[in-house]
C-alpha cells in the first residue's frame, strides 16, 4: 500500500481554517482534520480562540531572526531549523513547517475512534472494517485483504523456500518469531499455569483463552447463526463453516482444509514422519494434539462430557458426534 505524503499548504488561508489543520494528500484532494488533543497547549489556546494555528505555530516554533518569512526551498544558511517536539532538523524552512505540522494533526478513523498520525496508517487500519478481500491466491481459493499477506501464503505452497526451519520437525515459517513459538511445542516447558485447574501451556494467549473455560465469556457472534465464541480466531474459522471455504490444498492429492496447520498435518501423512512420540510406549504421530489424545488412555481421563447424560470421552469431536447421534433428532 502506498503511503500518502501530507503537505501543509504554505497560505495561511489553508492553513487555518475554524481552528483545524487542512491538509493535502496524495490525490490532491483536502482533508481537514481535527487538531490532536496530544498537545494540550494547542488545544486550550484554540478553545479559548486566543490565536490561530499559524500565530501557534510562529510562536512554538520560531525560525532563526536572521532569516526572514519565505517560500518552501529556501536554504536556511546560517544554521538549521530544529523541531522543539523531537530531534528533526534541516535546512529548509519548507521542510521544517511540513514536519511540525505532523505534530498538530491527527487522523480518525470514523467506524471506531482510532487515532493516528499518518493518512496511509488510517488506509491500513480502515482494512479491518472492510470484508472487501482484493488479492487472491492463483493456487487455490485463498484471500485477503492486503497484498503483503498474499506473499506470504503464496509461501505456503512451497514451504522449501520458507527461511526459517524447525531442527526437530519439517516445520518451516516465514519469520523467526513463529518459530521461536513452535519451538515450544518441543522443549516441553510450560511456564504459564491457570490458578482455577491444573492446565498448563507455554503461551500467555493459550492461558488467556484457557481462562474462557472458566468464565464463560463469548464475546463474538456469529452473523449468520446463534454461535457465540470466546475469541476472533474462532468465530473465523466458524465462520468458514458457511461459506465453505478451504483455502489450504495438498500437492500431493486433493485433500483441502480450512487451516495452514491441518495441511501441515496432512502432509506428515505422504511422509514416514510422526515426530511426536508417547513417552510411556511406543506410540508415534504426525501431531501434538494426536499425541494428548493417546495420553488420555495412559491416565483414563475423559475431559469432554455430555451435558444431557452421563457420556465423557476423550476429544471434543467425539463427543460433537455423540450429541449428534444421541441427543439430536
Known amino acids: 500500500m502506498a503511503s500518502a ?53 510562529a510562536l512554538k516554533f520560531p525560525k532563526p531572526r536572521s532569516i526572514t518569512p519565505s517560500a518552501r526551498g529556501v536554504i536556511n544558511v546560517s544554521g538549521e531549523y530544529t523541531c522543539s517536539e523531537c530531534d528533526y532538523t534541516t535546512n529548509y524552512f519548507g521542510l521544517y513547517r511540513r514536519h511540525i505540522s505532523k505534530h498538530l494533526t491527527q487522523f480518525i478513523c470514523p467506524e471506531c475512534g482510532y487515532v493516528c498520525d499518518k493518512n ?11 470484508t472487501e478481500k482484493p488479492y487472491q491466491c492463483e493456487t487455490c481459493l485463498f484471500k485477503c485483504k492486503t497484498k503483503h499477506r498474499l506473499k506470504y501464503h503464496n509461501l505456503s505452497h512451497n514451504p522449501a523456500e520458507l527461511p526459517f526451519a524447525c531442527t526437530v520437525c519439517d516445520y518451516r515459517c516465514y519469520n523467526k518469531g513463529n518459530l521461536e513459538k513452535h519451538m515450544f511445542k518441543h522443549n516441553g516447558k510450560k511456564n504459564f499455569g491457570c490458578t482455577m485447574c491444573d492446565y498448563k501451556c507455554n503461551r500467555n494467549g493459550n492461558l488467556k483463552q484457557h481462562m474462557l473455560t472458566h468464565t464463560g465469556e463469548k464475546t463474538f457472534t456469529c452473523p449468520e447463526c446463534p454461535h457465540k465464541f470466546g475469541n476472533k480466531a474462532r468465530l473465523k474459522s466458524h465462520m468458514m463453516t458457511h461459506s465453505g471455504e478451504k483455502a489450504f490444498s495438498c500437492t500431493e492429492c486433493d485433500y483441502q482444509c480450512r487451516f495452514k496447520s491441518a495441511l501441515s498435518r496432512h502432509m506428515l501423512t505422504h511422509t514416514d514422519q510422526k515426530p511426536f512420540e508417547c513417552i510411556q510406549c511406543d506410540y508415534k504421530c504426525v501431531s501434538n494434539c494426536y499425541l494428548k489424545m493417546h495420553m488420555f488412555t495412559h491416565t483414563g481421563m475423559k475431559p469432554f462430557a455430555c451435558s444431557q447424560c452421563d457420556y465423557k470421552c476423550t476429544s471434543k469431536g467425539t463427543l460433537n458426534c455423540h450429541i449428534r447421534v444421541s441427543h439430536t433428532g
Open 5 to 57: 505524503e501530507c503537505e501543509v499548504d504554505d497560505t495561511s488561508n489553508d492553513l487555518h481554517t475554524n481552528n483545524n489543520v487542512a491538509i493535502k494528500t496524495e490525490n490532491e484532494t483536502v482533508n481537514t482534520v481535527e487538531t490532536g488533543p496530544a498537545d494540550d497547549e494547542l488545544h486550550n489556546i484554540l478553545q479559548l480562540g486566543e490565536t490561530s494555528v499559524e500565530d501557534y505555530i
Open 120 to 130: 496511509f496508517k488510517l488506509k491500513k487500519h480502515m482494512l479491518k472494517h472492510s
